[in-house]
């Protein structure tokens, strides 16, 4: 493949979006009060986390299957995931939250987020670190020392 000289400097950008986006998710989902802004897309909202809490849930398991017995179930494809959010990311602890106060979040979906955000907070920064496992763009990053 032939690249321009301004081909890096794009995917960096993308780098550095990627593991902002994905580490201000999850920040803005763990403060649920106080916020100013609102949910605009609550429907969308609610299908979309309840799709990603079914992308999470490994294959094969069970009806009991425990959001808190390990978080092994946390991956690189699961944190991508809330990349697909249909609102601004500064609107999903608002749409969070609204969806909470409605009853819109069916209790699966509840546990799936308490463990992800709170349960395995640790395991879930450690993965969405910059240049780390889950950085879609650290082979290309310049931050990370591998672009060419």
Known sequence: QVQNDTAPRPLNQMAASSRIHVAVILLRLTFVSGQTVSCSNLQPYV??????????????????????????????ECLWGALSAPVATDELAPCFEEALL?????????????????????????????????????DVSLQCGSAS
């Open 47 to 76: 299908e979309w986390v309840g799709q990603w809490k079914t992308a999470c849930q490994p294959a094969g398991s069970t009806s009991n299957f425990s959001w808190f017995s390990s978080c092994s179930w946390i991956d690189c």
């Open 102 to 138: 409605k009853s819109l979040l069916d209790q699966d979906v509840k546990w799936f987020m308490t463990s992800l955000l709170r349960t395995c907070r640790t395991y879930t920064n450690e993965l969405s670190q910059p240049c780390g496992k889950c950085d879609k763009y650290k």
